[in-house]
């Protein structure tokens, strides 16, 4: 499978705090972009990263991408409540987007 | 959210039934895709198209047909259910690939559950 790799699958924070999950890849890609999903949604688009860029900031969401060690992480600071979801990487292959399995993320009040 | 409706949103059906599913779009975007989504698999893609009457495979196409005879709508087709194809099921669609190639955000409806008996 091509599929990417999210760590950690399932994550558990207090309001507040920095939340991080990491994204694994396997080919050489041409961007990388991350969704987030509601309980019962579809998936929304949060950020994309190009392969020549290494940070991006959008609002409260950082992604970096290393692409010599094929991988990307996403951070969002200063959770709330309505960040809990499920987070998953995409990335590029070789026609088009493949899907991680996912972070589910809960921020506790 | 983008203009962007799947039918039906819920469905029962028992093993061996043909079974359509609908998705219409309004942003006149060019590229279509199916997807289902399965506990410990994340998305994994069936079909997609890139114009009327263009459609590729995906990952797990087996088992699924599609057709796209007009810009805004892209049906999926299971000729004869099984209970392996018990899911929900995703409809995407995107704009036309960049000058790079690179392929832009996709925007995602709500879903269809499908319950195969």
């Known amino acids: 499978s091509q599929q990417g790799e999210e760590d950690p699958q399932a994550l558990s924070i207090q309001e507040g705090e920095n939340a991080t999950m990491n994204c694994s890849y396997k080919t050489s890609i041409n961007n990388l972009q991350w969704y987030r999903q509601n309980s019962g949604r579809g998936l929304v688009h949060l950020i994309l990263?190009?392969?020549?860029?290494r940070e991006k900031h959008s609002g409260r969401l950082r992604v970096t991408l290393d692409t010599s060690k094929k991988s990307s992480s996403l951070l969002i600071t200063a959770s709330r409540a309505a960040d809990t979801a499920s987070y998953f990487c995409a990335y590029q292959g070789a026609q088009k987007l493949v899907f991680g399995q996912g972070t589910r993320l809960t921020i506790n009040p | 959210d983008a203009g962007i409706t799947q039918s039906p949103r819920h469905k029962v059906t028992e093993t061996g039934t043909p079974v359509t599913l609908r998705c219409h779009q309004t942003e006149n975007h060019r590229y279509m895709y199916w997807y289902r989504q399965d506990p410990g698999h994340g998305l994994r893609l069936i079909h997609y198209?890139?114009?009327?009457?263009?459609?590729d495979k995906g990952e797990v196409s087996d088992g699924y047909s599609v057709s796209r005879s007009k810009t805004e709508d892209f049906l999926l087709t299971l000729e004869s259910a099984t209970s392996s194809q018990t899911s929900v099921y995703f409809c995407a669609i995107s704009e036309s690939r960049g000058a790079s190639g690179a392929y832009n955000e996709q925007f995602f409806g709500p879903g269809t559950r499908l319950t195969v008996l």
């Open positions: 990263i190009r392969s020549n860029e």
């Open positions: 198209s890139y114009g009327v009457k263009d459609t």
